[in-house]
């Protein structure tokens, strides 16, 4: 993996606590959870950083796996679960990352990787590996950076001659919020590599449409972010609304084998 976030860590939390961060995570989970089963569901989570979404899917009963290459992110992962008495026996821990992972033959209803292509120079190994991992009827749910929105967030900023450099260069890189360089993907393509691991596209969304120029001291009261993600959610689906979210997720489902047709009852 490209970026050791255990640098970035402070900075990290206080997106996931902002209002901006808070719309991702809100937005993201509620689509995963929506294309689990309603059993408890086993679960890998690849590139779980402080474990945000792994305290979602445990909190709804789901099984656990944490995958990190960063011992510092692991720990405050781990920290927050440990928190939650009733949710430890849910989840494991392992230190990898998205092109080494060590589960060989063993297969999960869902595989989530968030935030984890952008900072890779391209996408298709990824999710290849990520594919490989994906059960019958399972779901792959991948969250990265719209390449069509960049240079969006620099302009609703004023940042005029950056937003203009962006988008006369055409370039599919610019500097995330973190102060890394992210790279950015189009749906299109990310479908596509699904398609080619045998996966079968869902309807994608944009993520953070009309308030990713905000920046992370956006801490808006309970009805005003109440309004802000109701907003977010109906516009995710609809294009060209979400054509020009800072994120993108996709999402496909690898089929499950037909069942054998039952036998006639005799007489």
């Known amino acids: 993996m ?3 976030f255990a640098a970035v860590g402070d900075a990290y939390a206080d997106h996931s606590a902002g209002g901006r961060g808070r719309l991702r995570h809100d937005l993201v989970a509620r689509r995963v959870l929506e294309e689990l089963p309603r059993r408890p569901a086993r679960v890998l989570d690849v590139g779980c950083g402080d474990g945000e979404t792994v305290l979602r899917l445990a909190a709804a009963g789901h099984r656990v796996t944490a995958v990190d290459p960063s011992p510092g992110m692991l720990a405050a992962a781990a920290e927050r679960i440990a928190a939650h008495s009733d949710l430890g026996g849910r989840v494991r821990f392992v230190a990898a ?3 080494s ?5 063993q297969r999960f209803d869902a595989v989530c990787c968030h935030g984890v292509l952008m900072y890779l120079p391209e996408p298709a190994d990824a999710v290849a590996r990520l594919a490989a991992q994906v059960a019958p009827g399972g779901v ?6 719209n390449r069509r929105s960049i240079g969006v967030r620099e302009a609703l ?4 001659g950056e937003a203009r450099k962006l988008i006369e260069s055409g370039t599919d890189t610019s500097v995330g919020n973190l102060g890394l360089r992210t790279r950015g993907d189009t749906p299109e393509a990310l479908d596509a590599l699904a398609r080619d691991q045998g996966l079968v ?3 994608w969304q944009g993520v953070r449409i009309f308030h990713d120029h905000h920046d992370d001291a956006w801490r808006p009261g309970a009805a005003e972010y109440g309004e802000a993600l109701a907003t977010e959610w109906t516009a995710s689906w609809r294009s060209p609304y979400r054509d020009v979210a800072r994120l993108v997720h996709t999402l496909a489902r690898r089929p499950a084998p037909p069942r054998s047709a039952r036998p006639e009852p005799a007489g």
Do not use: M, Q
């Open 97 to 99: 990352d998205v092109l």
């Open 2 to 4: 490209a970026a050791d």
């Open 201 to 203: 596209p869902l309807p």
């Open 101 to 105: 992972l060590p589960f060989g033959e």
């Open 157 to 160: 900023r004023g940042a005029y």
């Open 140 to 145: 792959l749910s991948i969250l990265t950076r």
